[in-house]
């Protein structure tokens, strides 16, 4: 799903991103137990094993709550912090009943009943409708993932801890990103850890859903390079 940042490495970057909790067609299956801070613990991991003392660490939905657990166990590899699409809060009680509900669907239906579900919630309408290969890549990305390792990921999300607490103690340099049309995780929530975090910077991705990223690659691409550029 980074491919589209990975032309960062042209201005000098080296860019790294990892497959975690079994996510993809070429890695294993991962555990239904899987918790945020065992990817944190793998993400801690790579980076011992490549020798990477620091780095500008981020993520994006779920990955920004992986990187949220890295910093609360091992804030000293992060040189900057980078949060897209992302929240701090767990899960509702009707959150919980809802992943409940995917888990279900999954075991029932499998991982296309999955992707139709998620992708009209991921993607703004406009995605959707003026960018087919967005909608068609995404759903290559979903079906990319065992049927263990997309019940792994919900059962992380779902049990993952409120990390609101953490944020007044992020004295790295920080970029929020958050697509405008992001329903999943809304702009008020960046916003809110925005003002959380002193000296953040936050940036909203115009005409995006919930993988700015993805739907809006220029305009990510350009906030992330001038963070990189002026605050790291």
Not at 36 to 64: F, K, P
Not at 76 to 97: H, K, S, W
Request: hydrophobic fraction near 45%.
């Amino acid at each position: 799903m980074w491919e589209p940042q990975l032309a960062l490495a042209g201005l000098g970057w080296r860019v790294i991103a990892p497959q975690l909790g079994g996510a993809g067609e070429d890695a294993g299956g991962a555990s239904a137990s899987a918790s945020m801070d065992d990817l944190a613990g793998e993400t801690v991991d790579l980076l011992d094993a490549l020798h990477i003392d620091q780095a500008v660490i981020g993520g994006l939905s779920m990955g920004g709550y992986v990187a949220l657990a890295m910093f609360r166990l091992a804030a000293r590899y992060f040189r900057g912090l980078v949060l897209a699409d992302t929240r701090t809060q767990a899960d509702t009680p009707e959150g919980i009943e809802g992943r409940k509900r995917m888990l279900a669907l999954l075991r029932e239906k499998g991982a296309p009943a999955i992707a139709d579900e998620m992708i009209p919630k991921l993607l703004a309408d406009a995605t959707r409708q003026r960018q087919p290969d967005t909608s068609a890549r995404t759903r290559e990305l979903i079906l990319a993932n065992s049927t263990d390792a997309i019940a792994g990921a919900i059962t992380a999300l779902m049990t993952r801890t409120d990390a609101t607490p953490l944020l007044p103690t992020v004295h790295c340099p920080t970029l929020i990103l958050v697509g405008e049309r992001d329903g999943i995780t809304p702009p008020p929530l960046s916003e809110a850890m925005h003002a959380a975090i002193a000296g953040s910077e936050l940036v909203v991705i115009e005409g995006a859903g919930h993988l700015s990223n993805l739907e809006q690659p220029a305009a990510f691409n350009a906030a992330l390079a001038r963070f990189l550029e002026h605050r790291v």
